[in-house]
């Protein structure tokens, strides 16, 4: 079975800094994009940055220049480093991969189960 899991989440003031991390675990054969996404009380969930498997990046305006999303293929793992850390920010931050399991024969999405940031002004 996959599993999700991300790390790194809590509470910092403005200006601040924080790294997430996102590892992929379990009867996986390969994993393609990976992804972070977040999701403010009351409102829908949003992108903030996905990677290819290849490295290619995209972010979200709201973060590009602060936010940079990076992987590890041998862990299995991607990381969000974010700094310059503003109350806007402050949501459930999801992580997505793409992988293919063992037992099926496309590749599937994946969540974790979230992991809070705030940032307080």
């Known amino acids: 079975q996959v599993q999700v899991v991300e790390s790194g989440g809590g509470s910092v003031q403005a200006g601040g800094s924080l790294r997430l991390s996102c590892a992929a675990s379990?009867?996986?054969?390969?994993?393609?994009?990976m992804g972070w996404y977040r999701q403010a009380p009351g409102k829908q969930r949003e992108l903030v940055a996905t990677?290819?498997?290849?490295?290619?990046?995209n972010y979200a305006d709201s973060v590009k220049d602060r936010f940079t999303i990076s992987r590890d293929s041998a862990k299995n793992t991607a990381y969000l480093q974010m700094n310059s850390l503003k109350p806007e920010d402050t949501a459930v931050y999801y992580c997505?991969?793409?992988?293919?399991?063992?037992?099926?024969?496309?590749?599937?999405?994946?969540w974790g189960q979230g992991t809070q940031v705030t940032v307080s002004s």
């Open positions: 997505n991969a793409h992988i293919y399991p063992r037992q099926y024969t496309t590749f599937m999405s994946y």
């Open positions: 379990g009867s996986l054969v390969s994993i393609n994009d």
């Open positions: 990677i290819t498997s290849g490295g290619s990046t």
